[in-house]
């Protein structure tokens, strides 16, 4: 069975850094991209930064580039994000999503974690 | 970057009714859209995957139309596990972006 375990979060101040992870088992990781999305309290959904299978290919939110760093280590099965510089505006709930790629090309997110809140305050 | 508008933003409905949500993109995304339908204090949880099929294990009173830019999400009789939040997403290009969410309530 497929898991994806999430950890790291916790309360940080302003300009603070913090480093998640996201831990799966129950599936071939190395064969798979990873996707992180987080929810502000009480909003909607916003993906923030995907990882290739074999790390190959990254990209990045506009609201998170230059401040965030999403790795992965495939020996480890799991993936992590480095948050630097945090804002009160990067509270939420961070969920890290496996991708998945079908025969014709379509891509969705058919894993979640049950994720890790960030409290970014002084 | 590709904006994702759903409609209604909210919708209220008895057990038994057929719904249907919509989502827009702001430009061309052939199949690349995905439904998934959030519970309080719950993960996300894949229902459609390009824009029509049924990921596995979702029952099939659950049912995803459209290409291009004009996309549908129907119930054809909701049940009372299905009162949740309904996001659509796009999958065509970073970053991937979500619609607001439609909330459906009990009436």
């Known amino acids: 069975e497929v898991h994806l375990v999430e950890s790291g979060g916790g309360l940080v101040q302003p300009g603070g850094s913090l480093r998640l992870s996201c831990a799966a088992s129950?599936?071939?990781?190395?064969?798979?991209?990873i996707n992180w999305v987080r929810q502000a309290p009480g909003k909607g959904l916003e993906w923030v930064s995907y990882?290739?299978?074999?790390?190959?290919?990254?990209y990045y939110a506009d609201s998170v580039k230059g401040r965030f760093t999403i790795s992965r280590d495939n020996a480890k099965n799991s993936v992590y994000l480095q948050m630097n510089s945090l804002r009160a505006e990067d509270t939420a709930v961070y969920y890290c999503?496996?991708?998945?790629?079908?025969?014709?090309?379509?891509?969705?997110?058919?894993?979640w974690g049950q994720g890790t809140l960030v409290t970014v305050s002084s | 970057d590709i904006q994702m508008t759903q409609s209604p933003s909210s919708l209220s409905a008895s057990i038994g009714d057929r719904v249907t949500i919509t989502c827009r993109a702001s430009?061309?995304?052939?199949?690349?859209l995905n439904w998934y339908q959030q519970k309080p204090g719950k993960a996300p949880k894949l229902l459609i995957y390009?824009?029509?099929s049924l990921q596995s294990g979702v029952p099939s009173r659950f049912s995803g139309s459209g290409s291009g830019t004009d996309f549908t999400l129907t119930i054809s009789s909701l049940q009372p596990e299905d009162f949740a939040i309904f996001y659509c997403?796009?999958?065509?290009?970073?970053?991937?972006?979500f619609g607001q969410g439609t909330k459906l309530e009990i009436k």
């Open positions: 999503a496996r991708g998945y790629y079908d025969t014709s090309g379509y891509s969705h997110f058919d894993y």
């Open positions: 129950g599936f071939t990781f190395s064969s798979y991209t």
């Open positions: 990882i290739s299978s074999g790390s190959n290919t990254i």
């Open positions: 430009q061309s995304i052939s199949s690349h």
């Open positions: 390009a824009a029509s």
């Open positions: 997403q796009q999958s065509s290009i970073t970053p991937y972006t």
